[in-house]
Each structure stands twice: as C-alpha cells, then as structure tokens.
Nanobody
Framework: QVQLVESGGGLVQTGGSLRLSCAAS????????TGWFRQAPGKEREFVAA????????YYPNSVKGRFTISRDNATNTVYLQMNSLKPEDTAVYYC???????????????WGQGTQVTVSS
C-alpha cells in the first residue's frame, strides 16, 4: 500500500513560486499515477494536476494550466508540484493522492494525508 506525505507549503506573495513535494512509501509507487488536489476554506476539494506512473503524461485543469507543473522522480519516490505566478485564490491546503491512469478524471483513489498549507498574500 502506498502512503503519501506532503510538504513544501508556506506563505508567498502574489506572483511568487513554491515547490511542493509528495513523498511516497511503498514499493508500488513507481507504478501508480499520482495527482495533486487542493481545498480552500469553505470549498470542496479541487483537482489541480496529475502525472502518469512514468512521468511521460500530465494533465492540468484550466485553472492552473500554464502556471503549475507536476513532475516525479521514481528513484526517490517523490512527486513534485512547481507552482508559479501564484494568486491569492491558490491559497489552500494541498494534498497528493493516487489517481486513475485516465488522468483527467480527477478522482482520488487513496486516503488523504495531512496536506501542506499554501498561503498567497495579496
């Protein structure tokens, strides 16, 4: 079973950048697609990026396309989310999770971790 732990959040000004990390345990990590999600206060959890098991295919919804980049390093069992040109509306707790191989579904397949807080000040 794959367990995922998020880190890298923090406080950043509008227009700034952050890189989040999702560290995985379990030998099957390199064989599963992984995604990033976020949840702002009072809002439902939102899908923001996904990457296939090999790192050769990615998907982003329009809300973050062109600003966020997902990548992975299977040698270190880590998935990253590089976030550029951050906006106040990107403020949320960010989570990673396993996702289906059909990346654009936006479904989460595992349990949720604690996430990492990203706060973008205006």
């Amino acid at each position: 079973q794959v367990q995922l732990v998020e880190s890298g959040g923090g406080l950043v000004q509008t227009g700034g950048s952050l890189r989040l990390s999702c560290a995985a345990s379990g030998r099957t990590f390199s064989s599963v697609a992984t995604g990033w999600f976020r949840q702002a206060p009072g809002k439902e959890r939102e899908f923001v990026a996904a990457i296939n098991w090999s790192g050769t295919s990615t998907y982003y919804p329009n809300s973050v396309k062109g600003r966020f980049t997902i990548s992975r390093d299977n040698a270190t069992n880590t998935v990253y989310l590089q976030m550029n040109s951050l906006k106040p509306e990107d403020t949320a707790v960010y989570y990673c999770n396993r996702v289906p191989d059909k990346l654009r579904t936006g479904l989460a397949l595992g349990s949720w971790g604690q996430g990492t807080q990203v706060t973008v000040s205006s």
